[in-house]
Structure formats: structure tokens, C-alpha cells
Nanobody, 118 residues
């Protein structure tokens, strides 16, 4: 089975930064798409940022994080990153890495907690 191992979550003050990492056990260069989702207590899981597999692939962001978050990848390390700057309390959630391979299906990371204090 494919494994996605997340790291980088934690507690930060508003205005601070965190970088989340998602290391895959399979080549992400062969994936269809990758992304980061988040789920806050009592709320539905939502897409935060996505990126396609081609070199310098297209990216998309939720309106709430545009200009503050940046998704990127390192194909050599099979790792997807989410750089989060200017964090706000409303960014507090469990963040999940997601990768889709066309022939293998969808896989999710274990989730990492991000807490932003006022």
C-alpha cells in the first residue's frame, strides 16, 4: 500500500508560519494530482491547495488562503509541501495530504494538527 507521512504541524501565534510536508512511498511524478485539505471541528473537510503532477504543474488555492499559502513539490524526494505564512486563528484545523494516482486511486495522510493562537 502507498503511504503518505505528514509532518510539520504545531502551535503558532497569529501571523506566524509553518511548513507541512507529505512524504509519499511512491513516485509523485506519476500521480495525477496532489493537494492539502483541512478539517476543523464541526466542519466539513475542504480543499486548501492543489497541484498537478507535471513539472511546474498548475496550482489552485482556496480563496481564504490565497496569497498566504504556497503548495509545492519535490519529485526527487516524493514530497509535497504546504508553506503557510501569515497564519490566522481560522486556519486552525487538522491538515491532510492527498495524492491521486490514476491507476491506483486516492490516498490520504494521517493528518497533522495546526493550531493558531490569537
Amino acid at each position: 500500500q502507498v503511504q503518505l507521512v505528514e509532518s510539520g504541524g504545531g502551535l503558532v501565534q497569529a501571523g506566524g508560519s509553518l511548513r507541512l510536508s507529505c512524504a509519499a512511498s511512491r513516485s509523485i511524478a506519476s500521480s495525477n494530482a496532489m493537494g492539502w485539505y483541512r478539517q476543523a471541528p464541526g466542519k466539513q473537510r475542504e480543499l486548501v491547495a492543489g497541484i498537478t503532477s507535471p513539472s511546474r504543474g498548475s496550482t489552485n488555492y482556496a480563496d481564504s488562503v490565497k496569497g498566504r499559502f504556497t503548495i509545492s513539490r519535490d519529485n526527487a524526494k516524493n514530497t509535497v509541501y504546504l508553506q503557510m505564512d501569515s497564519l490566522k486563528p481560522e486556519d486552525t484545523a487538522v491538515y491532510y495530504c492527498h495524492v491521486q494516482w490514476r491507476l491506483s486511486g486516492d490516498y490520504w495522510g494521517q493528518g497533522t494538527q495546526v493550531t493558531v493562537s490569537s
